[in-house]
């Protein structure tokens, strides 16, 4: 009799393993790269990558004032952009929330205020969050690039998993 329990207890408990591991994200394997305020993985399934870094830009945005007080950016093959920003002034939070892409919701593990979504248009996808520093600033975090490259999924857990400092 306890041969029978044990055998459906390890039966179950597959089956239990099997489903959650089905709908556990992708492992994440990459270098974790610091671009300005935001720490994200880039996937090694889509690497080489390269970096870009241009802090301290004080360009305007398209609120007059606002300004753009760094921007960063990772670049793979296959037209496949991260991009970092980071905006100051009054009325940033309404600007950037305008380009928060609503098509369908972009998963983000932090823990602050933030506004996130996704899109598809002309086979490209791109996905945004925007949060609020203490300090009032607003960091901009798009992950885009064909819409194929999102296939595996290690792009929208490398997005889900960015830490904003």
Do not use: N, Y
């Amino acid at each position: 009799m306890s041969l029978v329990g044990l055998a459906l207890g390890s039966g179950a408990g597959a089956a239990v393993h099997a489903l959650t591991a089905e709908e556990a994200p992708p492992a994440l394997h990459g270098r974790l790269t610091e671009l300005g305020p935001v720490s994200i993985v880039l996937p090694a399934d889509h690497a080489p990558w390269e970096t870009v870094a241009e802090g301290g830009a004080a360009a305007t945005a398209a609120s007059p004032d606002t300004e753009v007080e760094g921007v960063w950016g990772a670049l793979a093959p296959g037209s496949v952009v991260v991009t970092v920003l980071r905006l100051a002034g009054p009325g940033g939070a309404d600007l950037a929330a305008a380009s928060v892409p609503d098509d369908e919701p972009a998963p983000w593990a932090g823990r602050v205020p933030h506004a996130s979504g996704a899109a598809e248009a002309d086979g490209q996808r791109e996905m945004v969050l925007v949060v609020e520093t203490d300090d009032g600033d607003l960091v901009v975090l798009s992950v885009c690039g064909p819409v194929e490259a999102f296939d595996s999924g290690s792009l929208a857990e490398a997005f889900r998993t960015a830490r904003v400092e």
